[in-house]
C-alpha cells in the first residue's frame, strides 16, 4: 500500500500501561503501521516523577529500555519509528539501538525543557558525538505552557558544542526527511512537533528564558487551540 501521506500515529504510550512493545496490543499498532507506511513516534523514558503512584498505575521505569524495541523493528523492518524523549536516561540503550537500527529517529520532546540544562546539554551531546546528529529531531512536547516551548528551542541555541547546520538539521531537517515533508512545506506546519494536550502534572524545572528571541524559527503556536 501507498504511503499514507500527511498521517502519523503519536504519542503511544504502552509504557504508561504496563505494556513492552512485544504485547499483542502495540505489536498489533506496529503491523498495521508498517502496511500503511506511517511514521510512528513512542513513548520511551520519562513520565510524571511518581507516575506508578499517580494515574498511570501500570506505568513501569523498566519499560524504559529502548533496546526493548530492537526484536519490534527486526520483525518490522520497514517500520518509521521515532523514540520520543531520544529515551532518556537510558543513553547507553538509546545509542545501541540507532547503531544498529540505522532506520530509528528520536526527538527531543519533554527533556528539552524539563530537565536541568546541563543534563540536557550533556545527553544531547552524546548523541550527537556518536554520529547520530542526522537523526534527532526538535521537539517540546509542550502540554501546557507556552514559555515551556520557549525553553525548549532556547535549550537547542545555547548548545555550543552544536554548529549552525546541525541546529537547522535538529530544528527542520531532520524531521523534514523522517516525515518526507516535500522540501517546499512552510516549517509551521511543524506544530505537531510543539503541541500536544495538557497534563497539568508536570512542571517545566529547566532554566527558563526570558524574552528569548525566536530567531529564524517560526513563532510559537498557540499549543490546544
Ligand atoms: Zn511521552
Redesign the pocket.
Known sequence: MDSVAGLFLR?L?FQYRGLGPSDSVPEACYALAERLDLPVGV?V???PPGAAYLATPRYRASLSNPLLLEETLIRHPKLRLYV??AGWPMLDEMLALLYGHPQVYVDL??ISWILPRKEFHRYLRRLVEAGFGLRVMFGS?QMLWPQGLRIAIQAVETADFLTPAQKRDIFYNNAARFLRIPRHTNPLAFTWLLCQRPNPRMQPTGRRGRGIPLGRHPPSPRCGT
Open positions: 504519542e504510550m513513548h523514558g520519562l513520565g520520543m524523549h520532546g519533554v512536547d
